[in-house]
């Protein structure tokens, strides 16, 4: 275990295990994202995608174990490094100014640790359903569970729509400046493909945040509605 | 021109420093910041003060002595320009000036606005080199080099090693500088030989000094007086991690022949 984490005595290790297990992570949003989009397909669709991950098995562990094993390195690795970098600067300027550094890119910290609060209430509240009990008997006609029921019912609670959007807005800014970060500690610079991943950086951090803010947004509107006005409206 | 200075004074390593307040009257806008500095320094003598010490050269850009911070700014606000050749004429009458010293646990205050950054010249000498015969004067174009890089390995041969990137950075990191000296050697036959070796032994030795590590902020480019890339710190990684990759543990090379 000790020469495991061996890597974090050296800062470009410690960089690069950021980068990578940022970049697994950064995957499976883009997969969560596009899975959360079967919501606008109906109930249907969503709960027969949800009860495939279900029945994954094997599969849905290895998963799991990946992503769990993401975020600890990723979380272990941003504290000595945040700890490091402190220790570096012990005495501030008395006036600062910055030139070039980003307001996203300086509070990756800051965003990063809210999402981290996030997560842990993202998962107790419907992965474990630790905070909304009930969840836990919502069933489809199929009896299979009811995820599409299930969102629904949290994002009509005003309160749990706004800290969702909020996490979202703050991943929004993490991830403005986790994708370049990533490809630079990796190594990846080259003037000719520099301004394509700048732009592509955008446009996926883009699109992770307006799909996941469009779900609370789309019930808020009715757009996704409950079951029985589906069936009511003729579908 | 008349200026209102907010200048850093400590008087030595130990003790703690905090920032004096000057007004100095006079100051041609002809002159550069470090002959404002000298003028203020020749009035604090004549009233029997200490006057305020600072690092310069050659004062003319390409040495690297001079450091300052000028309104938060490592070598204050005009791009691609060291300190010294800041001139008055790029502030205004009647501006308040706040002139501090590089901050990193890695440049600890000597005096006032002077740091010792011999941290910088230890990371050199691990490994910022390339071992030569001495003897003759080799054939001057007995090795052919691109043109191409020949010109960015200069471009990285540029750093003057002031010091502004590690000054600029929240985390007090020197990678800028270190990737500067590791890529001017990249793109150079010469350099090859030691190549693994020398990204092991700078990045190791940038570490022990305690510098932070970097968040590609891209601060340091944008006070670099020379205009230094941060694609010189994707260079240094991918040196760095391909090294790492095939390190030959210290062992098994020695029997090895």
């Given at each position: 275990m000790a020469s495991f984490f061996s890597?974090?005595?050296?800062s470009i290790l410690s960089k690069v295990v950021m980068a990578a297990t940022g970049i697994i992570l950064l995957l499976f949003l883009i997969g969560h994202m596009l899975g959360n989009m079967?919501?606008?397909?109906?109930?249907a669709r969503m709960n027969a995608y949800a009860a495939m991950l279900q029945g994954l098995g094997g599969a849905l562990w290895i998963v799991r174990a990946v992503l769990f094993l993401s975020v600890v390195l990723h979380v272990i690795t941003s504290i000595r490094l945040k700890l490091s970098n402190m220790a570096a600067k012990p005495s501030a300027y008395v006036r600062k100014k910055w030139v070039k550094a980003t307001l996203t890119s300086r509070t990756m910290f800051l965003t990063g640790s809210t999402i981290a609060l996030f997560v842990t209430y993202h998962l107790l509240h419907f992965t474990f359903k630790a905070t909304h009990p009930q969840y836990a008997g919502l069933r489809d006609t199929f009896g299979r569970m009811d995820v599409y029921a299930m969102v629904i019912a949290a994002y009509r609670e005003p309160l749990i729509s706004l800290v969702y959007i909020a996490a979202m807005v703050l991943l929004g800014f993490h991830l403005n400046h986790a994708t370049l970060s990533a490809l630079q500690t990796l190594g990846v610079n080259h003037p000719k493909y520099n301004g394509f991943i700048e732009k592509l950086s955008i446009t996926v951090s883009l699109l992770i945040v307006l799909g996941f803010i469009s779900i609370p947004c789309g019930v808020f509107l009715e757009i996704i509605k409950p079951v029985q006005a589906t069936v009511a409206g003729g579908m | 021109m008349r200026l209102t200075l907010h200048i850093w004074r400590q008087k030595n390593a130990r003790e703690k420093g905090r920032m004096v307040t000057y007004e100095l009257d006079g100051?041609?806008?002809?002159?550069s910041f470090l002959e404002m500095l000298d003028m203020l320094n020749e009035k604090l003598m004549r009233n029997g003060e200490e006057p305020v010490a600072f690092d310069h050269d050659c004062r003319e850009g390409i040495c690297g002595a001079c450091s300052l911070a000028v309104n938060g700014i490592p070598h204050g606000h005009?791009?691609?320009?060291?300190i010294c050749q800041l001139h008055m004429r790029k502030f205004r009458d009647g501006d308040a000036i706040y002139i501090e010293p590089w901050r990193a646990r890695a440049f600890p205050?000597?005096?006032?606005?002077?740091?010792?950054?011999?941290a910088l010249d230890r990371i050199i000498a691990a490994g910022g080199y390339i071992s030569v015969h001495t003897g003759g004067v080799p054939d001057a174009n007995a090795i052919l080099i691109g043109k191409e890089e020949a010109e960015r390995a200069m471009d990285f041969a540029?750093?003057?090693?002031?010091g502004a990137c590690v000054a600029a950075c929240k985390n007090s990191s020197a990678m800028l500088f270190v990737a500067a000296k590791i890529a001017q050697f990249a793109y150079l036959p010469q350099g090859q030989p030691e190549r693994k070796r020398r990204a092991l032994a700078m990045v190791a030795k940038m570490d022990e000094e305690g510098f932070g590590a970097c968040s590609n902020l891209y601060e340091c480019e944008a006070v670099c007086p020379k205009g230094i890339s941060v694609s010189a710190i994707a260079l240094m990684n991918r040196d760095f991690i391909r090294a790492k990759l095939t390190e030959v543990p210290q062992k098994t090379t020695a029997g090895g022949g």
């Open positions: 890597f974090l005595r050296s079967q919501m606008y397909l109906g109930p | 100051v041609s806008e002809d002159m005009e791009p691609l320009t060291t205050v000597i005096k006032d606005l002077v740091t010792d950054r011999s540029a750093c003057i090693g002031c």
